[in-house]
């Protein structure tokens, strides 16, 4: 399968009847560090999520390779039997491996090496004119590029001076209010910017702490078009297995559009 998109697939996407779920399956990796060898199989994780419904895979590359190596990228986009979203830093590096195995879309996200996980969003106003740049590089490269902020308008008025295709909106704040049933103000503002960003041409994604309880209230959200979901659905696998932990978040997603 060719990872690279064409306009008019994007124009697909922006009309699509149903939000797309991009399975993160870094833990299926995490896993297999813990102990070396192979097993799980990242390879394998990505058939069974998508023989279960899922619509693409995502893998962070980190700079550190805590989880996904550079073999793993390879291997999977190699496969053509999904589109990867590969979430990266926007940096030379990883922009050159990118370059390279040509994913479907690259989701530029902020690293810190420290973090367990992705904490806040990119901070694209910052870092602009750099981001533009490395932009460039991955869609002369035939790859989609989306960028993980804040539902800020800042944030969005600068991805789209980046020449960036899309958004990824993080929706970590959203989850922890959830937590504390005190997220009306916070899904507002999801509202919003999505509404912002797909006036402007922007297609627009979600994820982070999302989960089978908090998920419904983004699926609602006018314009989101995607999520990236990936440690509830990996923990959920743990107990019921991967397939039915994936099938069964597609199918909460599938009430929605
Ligand atoms: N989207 C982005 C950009 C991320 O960095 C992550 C975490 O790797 C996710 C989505 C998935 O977050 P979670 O594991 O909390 O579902």
């Known amino acids: 399968m060719k990872q690279s998109k064409t306009k008019n697939d994007i124009k697909e996407d922006k009309t699509a009847r149903y939000i797309r779920l991009g399975v993160n399956i870094d833990h299926t990796a995490t ?20 023989d279960a419904g899922c619509d693409q895979i995502t893998v962070h590359l980190r700079e550190d390779r805590r989880h996904i190596t550079d073999r793993d990228l390879e291997i ?3 496969a053509g039997a999904f589109p990867i979203n590969l979430e990266m830093a926007a940096v030379d590096e990883i922009i050159k491996i990118a370059v390279k195995n040509k994913p479907y879309m690259a989701t530029l996200v902020p690293e810190r090496r420290a973090e367990r996980t992705t904490e806040g969003g990119l901070d694209a106003h910052a870092s602009r004119k750099t981001l533009k740049t490395q932009i460039k590089k991955l869609k002369d490269a035939g790859i989609l590029v989306s960028l993980f902020i804040e539902a800020e308008k ?5 991805s789209l001076e980046t020449g960036a295709d899309a ?3 993080h929706t970590g704040r959203y989850a922890e209010c959830f937590n504390r049933n005190d997220f009306a103000a916070e899904l ?5 910017a999505s ?9 627009v994604n979600a994820g982070h702490g999302l989960n089978y309880f908090n998920v419904r209230n983004i699926c609602a959200v006018k314009h989101i078009q995607e999520l990236n979901i990936g440690h509830s659905i990996i923990s959920r696998s743990v107990f019921y297995g991967l397939h039915e932990a994936v099938a069964s978040m597609k199918s909460i997603m599938l009430e929605f559009k």
């Open 195 to 203: 509404e912002f960003a797909h006036c402007e041409g922007l297609l």
């Open 188 to 192: 507002a503002r999801i509202e919003k």
């Open 154 to 158: 800042k944030q969005i008025e600068a």
């Open 167 to 169: 958004i990824e909106i």
């Open 76 to 78: 999977l986009t190699r």
């Open 31 to 50: 896993l297999r560090n813990a102990r070396g060898g192979f097993e799980p199989d990242p390879l394998q994780a990505a058939f069974v999520c998508r």
